[in-house]
């Protein structure tokens, strides 16, 4: 059994930047280097929709059209830690942000029904 834990969200104004990270905590023997990583959010009202997602050697990274040259995953597999660099931030981005493990080191998906684990989620919010 995997835990994951987010921080690092809050309220920021349009064109602000914030990093949110993410923390394993359980099963992970060799750190987090046997699981794919991603980031979701949902905004109310709506379905979780996918930010990005790694492979377990940062070599395959995915991202979602919206945030695409803006957002920036990144993972530390010893440290077992995951973060998202959010530049350029806009209203729109707004939502709680969920990390996700999947127990796979290369099989990156787009599909929030794919991933094994999740957080609890950290609420960001962009103002105009």
């Known amino acids: 059994q995997v835990h994951l834990e987010e921080s690092g969200g809050g309220s920021v104004q349009a064109g602000d930047s914030l990093t949110l990270f993410c923390s394993a905590f359980?099963?992970?023997?060799?750190?987090?280097?046997?699981?794919?990583v991603g980031w979701f959010r949902q905004a109310p009202g709506t379905g979780r929709e996918f930010v990005a997602a790694q492979n377990w050697n940062g070599e395959t990274t995915y991202y979602g059209d919206s945030v695409k040259g803006r957002f920036t995953i990144s993972r530390d597999n010893a440290k077992r830690t995951v973060s998202l660099q959010m530049n350029s931030l806009k209203p729109e981005d707004t939502g709680v942000y969920y990390c996700a493990a999947r127990a796979s080191r290369d099989r990156v998906a787009m599909s929030a029904e794919l991933y094994d684990y999740w957080g609890q989620g950290t609420q960001v919010t962009v103002s105009s």
């Open positions: 359980g099963d992970t023997f060799n750190g987090l280097s046997t699981y794919v």
